[in-house]
């Protein structure tokens, strides 16, 4: 039994008009939340043991955050692969995963996130930003991950309902 979060990246800004969507930073909000739901991970015992996060500017800014505030220094394997991923791109992305990780949070983006936990698990779950689905998927090594394996949502946190 493996399990998965699903992150979605933390509020970015749309301060510049011009900047390419991929480029975008975090904007205040974002920068308070991101580790916030790291430090909330570690205190519910949820701390992964490796993220894994889309290439955009947003993403990699909160896995970094995530993974400083979980105390996982270098732990964060950037794929471009997770920018505006479909489902068989979180398949194929999950599917590569190193076997000895048994905890991993994925961070990426909507509408794809949305779209993969509701082919996971038959549910609709809506995402704002910096909102952490966690599922336990029922195989024992990532390589065996596909959208048909069996998956559980057991939580979903938001930032603004935490203490």
């Not at 519910?44 to 979980?70: H, L, N, W, Y």
């Not at 105390?71 to 599917?95: C, F, I, K, N, R």
Request: hydrophobic content about 40%; overall charge negative.
């Amino acid at each position: 039994m493996k399990t998965l979060l699903l992150m979605r990246h933390a509020k970015s800004s749309w301060d510049d008009p011009r900047q390419a969507d991929v480029d975008r930073p975090l904007n205040a909000r974002g920068e308070r939340d991101a580790p916030r739901m790291g430090r909330f991970l570690v205190e519910a015992g949820f701390a992964p043991d490796q993220i894994v996060t889309s290439g955009a500017v947003r993403a990699r800014t909160t896995s970094m955050m995530v993974a400083e505030a979980c105390d996982l220094g270098e732990q964060v394997t950037v794929t471009h692969d997770l920018y505006h991923a479909d489902v068989s791109e979180w398949q194929a992305t999950l599917g590569g995963l190193r076997s000895d990780w048994n905890c991993v949070l994925c961070v990426g983006h909507n509408p794809g996130i949305e779209e993969f936990i509701g082919i996971l698990t038959s549910q609709y779950v809506r995402m704002p930003t910096a909102a952490i689905a966690h599922l336990t998927c029922d195989v024992p090594q990532w390589d065996q991950f596909a959208v048909t394996t069996d998956a559980v949502l057991h939580d979903v946190w938001h930032p603004k309902e935490l203490n």
